[in-house]
């Protein structure tokens, strides 16, 4: 069986909350292969005493299938934006320059933004192949893997009581919308996306497809002008939750079903799931080496 790669699409070199649902037209009759790659979540590097620390975001998984479609049918793509890095300063102040520029640290217990996750469908809204993103990494806590299977996992951290449930079944993950400014973003996902959070200080919830797929704004102070460069901690396009601000939870990933964000600091995000509604579908948690998602479709031939 010959593959003859017919698409490669990536995010065009975009990046953050906000980014374009790209579209491709099936050429002709038969069997295709499709692959997609979800998302990393946001980095969180920060000055501990005398020396430096880095926590590094969950990478995106890798889901595949083979698919018959009919000539001309649209699908629409989103490949998903990898989280925002944490970059509000240790000490206030407001300003656009970096940590690195000012010779400040970034607060140690600011939060990151959960990778956005990549999804093929039809202009009929009906899903064909889904890959989830990764959670944002805390201080202390690496960020969960996006998941081959199709839940997503829970926030991961120091308390287990300031975890919070990955989303199943096409869920977001659990919402949180009390009135307190250290919760992460909960990550979008298929079928819905959570509730509104209750301060802006914690970090956005993801949007699922009927917002856009619009990642979650991270905490007010983690922006970008309490320290650079904006965005910040956003969540990525695809669903990602936002970064809480200081002393605040990271977000989870977008995906078929969203990752949990934690509720308070030192909480890393959870990783969202992945779905194929084709054959010969397999996949690999945490099996994207690259920041971004990605969509790659094979036209398949049985001759030769």
Request: proline share 2%.
């Amino acid at each position: 069986m010959n593959n003859f790669i017919l698409l490669n699409l990536t995010t065009n070199g975009r990046k953050g909350r906000i980014g374009v649902i790209q579209s491709f037209t099936v050429p002709t009759t038969g069997r295709y292969k499709i692959k997609a790659w979800g998302a990393r979540g946001g980095t969180h590097s920060y000055n501990s005493g005398n020396k430096s620390v880095t926590y590094y975001g969950g990478k995106g998984p890798f889901k595949e299938g083979i698919f018959t479609l009919t000539e001309g049918t649209v699908l629409r793509i989103v490949a998903g934006h990898r989280g925002g890095d944490s970059v509000e300063l240790q000490n206030s102040k407001s300003t656009n320059k970096t940590a690195a520029e000012l010779g400040l640290s970034v607060a140690e217990k600011a939060g990151t933004g959960g990778g956005g996750g990549t999804f093929v469908y039809s202009s009929s809204n009906v899903l064909l192949l889904a890959a989830g993103g990764g959670g944002g990494a805390s201080a202390g806590y690496n960020g969960v893997n996006g998941q081959a299977g199709p839940n997503g996992t829970s926030s991961v951290g120091k308390y287990s009581s300031h975890s919070r449930s990955g989303g199943t079944a096409g869920l977001p993950g659990e919402c949180d919308n009390e009135s307190i400014y250290t919760s992460g973003g909960v990550g979008a996902g298929w079928l819905a996306w959570s509730c509104e959070t209750g301060s802006d200080r914690s970090g956005e919830n993801g949007g699922s497809r009927d917002k856009g797929w619009v990642g979650g704004n991270a905490g007010s102070y983690n922006r970008g002008k309490n320290g650079g460069p904006p965005p910040g901690a956003v969540g990525g396009f695809g669903g990602g939750g936002g970064g809480a601000d200081n002393h605040g939870a990271s977000g989870g990933g977008g995906g078929y079903s969203g990752g949990g964000g934690g509720k308070n600091a030192l909480q890393a995000g959870g990783g969202g799931g992945s779905y194929c509604n084709g054959s010969s579908c397999s996949g690999a948690s945490g099996g994207n080496s690259n920041d971004d998602g990605m969509v790659q479709i094979f036209e398949l031939s049985d001759e030769g």
